[in-house]
């Protein structure tokens, strides 16, 4: 071509057709659009550029046509058949897109959709918009009045009424009128745009005016009248200078719970990773220089921020704990400035409730807004955008067993008053993704609420950027003392860091964090999280590829040794109502603490063992006739016939329980026998 071309898109799937807006004299045009539609694998998408002629008929520039499939693609596709000239000259130029298909996706925040789209999403909150009239529009036309449509967007969804010809004020009637119906979220802004319609170039605006959807509540119909604004941020005066240009709206929120951040209320734990990917278009920000940037992303109390980066690329991920679906995340765009504040480029804010919807793992583009709401525009005239990548991961991945018995305050009760020790298990099963193939070990740590190291243990080391480990070789025991898990103040915590044996030990390549509480209370789990790295907090380590590091990891509730006996006990066997393990070693603590009873509340004491003597009688068998009694059932009888003794005799005669124990009664014996050699001396000498 000798000539510049007027460029637009149109891409069908069989009998949706969409367009891109059209690019005006180049031949390098530059889109960044993003449209669904609905169909199933095996279909096609087939494409036709076109040059946009303001009068007559649009001429083809090609077509290509691409198959629909379930693996996302970055394809580069060429311009076939011919241009729409006389000479029939062959299409040339390549058009690159990127193509990913969602199973039973919704058309909801997707990029433009020339249609309606429907609420599809039953129970979702969503907001329903009707334009109902424009007031008092200004003289747009040298030869007639203003020719008015008007358009509404929601984060690139767009709808538009039919086009009214040589009016200034206008009510739309139902088959003129345009009717929206969106997801909503909490700080969703409508943006109402009022355009004068042109059959020779551009379609030229007329006003604009953000809307704040926050404030209409569910349920309830608003009738609103909006003042329309100029570029400039000033009221826009109609053909009657006296009074504003104005657009009047019928609004209702509608469907959802009241509150948009309180969508889930599970508790279930959740981590998410953003990896920060790409800032596209960036727009001028320095008088000498274009744009230096980093984004910061927030949510709930954690912030991130990224490294300075000037090409705008970072592939940074970050770590977001959560429970649920509340709550959202904000990014941040801002320009590093060496010699004063960063400035503030932008923001995006992105509800968890829609990361959760949208799958485990996905790539998206969100255009960042400035401080009113507007999209900012960068080089070429462009939408600046964020590309994020999410990940969401369950913390605990599969749940075996859990202690259903019993609650946590009971276990702390439990350890409170009979625990003395106990020993966590840890089996550490692999490493993924390490950097660089070297030797490695894993270090496990119990951290104080001070973040002091109570306890530490560590696997073998394995030679491997993949380490598999054996059974002995990834067995870690570490002694926890109860005092840690009595209370959730003490929030004490399991610390594993990954260690390069030729590396110092206290220089770590990732580190990750672990609620011992719930590792201790909680039944048998299996968990595989990335590890942190160690050198930028907050960053998960990858390796060369972009792929995070990874442990897995095995946790069994830890066994207790009591106090006095020597047993060792899970809590549940403790707890175990069906046997008298747990009552017989309360009585012999009882008993074995009666010199301390001194200083004991007496209340305390007579709350014990008022306790101890209902929880026996409660054992206790009972008959009519003690020869209905089995061996079993006697034997048990006469045990806690005996226990009762014992605890009544240490509750009326504390210190008798002092010289009947076994090592009183040994001393005394002793003694006795020294006594009874020396008299023997004694009558041997005088004989």
């Known amino acids: 071509m000798s000539h510049k071309a007027d460029p637009f898109l149109k891409m069908t799937i069989g009998g949706q057709q969409k367009r891109t807006e059209t690019k005006w004299k180049t031949l390098e045009p530059s889109w960044e659009a993003t449209f669904e539609f609905d169909c199933t694998t095996g279909e096609e998408l087939v494409c036709e550029m076109f040059d946009d002629e303001r009068l007559g008929k649009s001429r083809t520039m090609g077509k290509f046509t691409v198959p629909v499939t379930s693996t996302p693609k970055e394809l580069s596709c060429g311009l076939q058949g011919f241009l729409g000239d006389r000479k029939k000259t062959p299409c040339c130029g390549t058009v690159f897109l990127k193509t990913s298909f969602v199973a039973g996706a919704s058309s909801l925040d997707r990029g433009i959709d020339l249609g309606q789209i429907s609420d599809k999403a039953g129970g979702e909150s969503s907001i329903e918009v009707t334009i109902k009239a424009v007031n008092n529009l200004p003289k747009m036309d040298m030869m007639g009045k203003c020719d008015p449509y008007v358009t509404m967007t929601i984060e690139e969804v767009k709808f538009k009424t039919k086009t009214i010809s040589a009016v200034y004020d206008h009510t739309f009637s139902p088959e003129e009128m345009s009717f929206a119906n969106w997801n909503k979220s909490a700080d969703s802004t409508l943006e109402v745009v009022v355009f004068d319609h042109d059959k020779v170039g551009r379609d030229e605006e007329v006003g604009h005016v953000n809307v704040d959807l926050s404030k209409y509540s569910k349920g309830k119909k608003h009738t609103a009248t909006f003042d329309l604004l100029q570029d400039n941020g000033k009221a826009l005066y109609g053909v009657d200078k006296s009074k504003r240009t104005t657009v009047t709206l019928e609004l209702k929120a509608v469907g959802g719970p009241d509150d948009d951040d309180e969508d889930d209320n599970s508790d279930e734990a959740y981590d998410i990773l953003i990896t920060a990917r790409t800032f596209g278009h960036m727009p001028k920000m320095d008088t000498f220089g274009s744009c230096d940037p980093l984004l910061k992303l927030e949510m709930a109390e954690r912030e991130f921020k990224t490294q300075l980066s000037y090409d705008g690329e970072w592939n940074e991920t970050f770590r977001f704990p959560c429970k649920g679906s509340a709550g959202k995340l904000v990014v941040s765009a801002w320009d590093y400035d060496r010699s004063g504040s960063d400035e503030k480029i932008g923001d995006v804010s992105i509800k968890i409730a829609d990361v959760f919807k949208l799958g485990s793992e996905y790539t998206n583009r969100y255009h960042i807004k400035d401080k009113k709401h507007v999209e900012v525009i960068g080089k070429q005239k462009q939408k600046t955008f964020v590309e994020l990548s999410f990940c969401k991961k369950k913390v605990v991945v599969q749940e075996v067993k859990v202690c259903d018995k019993l609650t946590r305050e009971r276990c702390c009760d439990i350890l409170k008053h009979r625990g003395s020790s106990c020993k966590l298990h840890v089996q550490v099963v692999s490493v993924e993704n390490i950097k660089v193939s070297g030797q490695y070990y894993v270090m496990l740590s119990v951290l104080r609420n001070d973040g002091k190291v109570d306890k530490s243990g560590k696997t073998k080391s394995e030679t491997s950027a993949n380490i598999k480990f054996s059974k002995e070789a990834g067995e870690v025991l570490l002694d926890v003392e109860p005092e840690l898990l009595l209370y959730p103040d ?80 899970t809590l549940e066997d403790m707890d175990d109502a069906s046997s008298l393990d747990g009552i017989k070693m309360r009585v012999d603590n009882f008993v074995k603490q009666q010199k301390d009873w001194a200083h004991w509340d007496t209340d305390h004491k007579e709350k014990t063992w008022q306790a101890l003597k209902d929880e026996l009688d409660s054992k206790e068998p009972v008959a009519s006739d003690e020869s209905k009694l089995t061996n079993d059932m006697k034997k048990t009888k006469d045990e806690i016939v005996n226990l009762k003794r014992q605890l009544q005799t240490a509750y009326d005669n504390p210190m008798e329980q002092v010289f009947q124990s076994s090592q009183v009664q040994l001393f005394v014996g002793v003694i006795a026998t020294l006594f009874q050699i020396l008299l023997l001396k004694i009558f041997v000498v005088g004989t």
């Open 490 to 569: 003490n929030k004490p915590q399991l610390r594993a860091e990954l260690i390069d044996v030729q590396r110092s030990r206290s220089d770590p390549l990732g580190i990750l964090h672990l609620n011992l509480m719930d590792l201790c209370f909680v039944g048998v789990q299996e968990i595989e999280l990335p590890f942190d790295n160690a050198k930028h907090v907050g960053n998960v380590l990858v390796n060369s590829k972009g792929f995070n590091t990874t442990i897995k990891l095995i946790t069994t509730p830890p066994k207790f040794l009591m106090q006095g006996g020597g047993k060792v006990m």
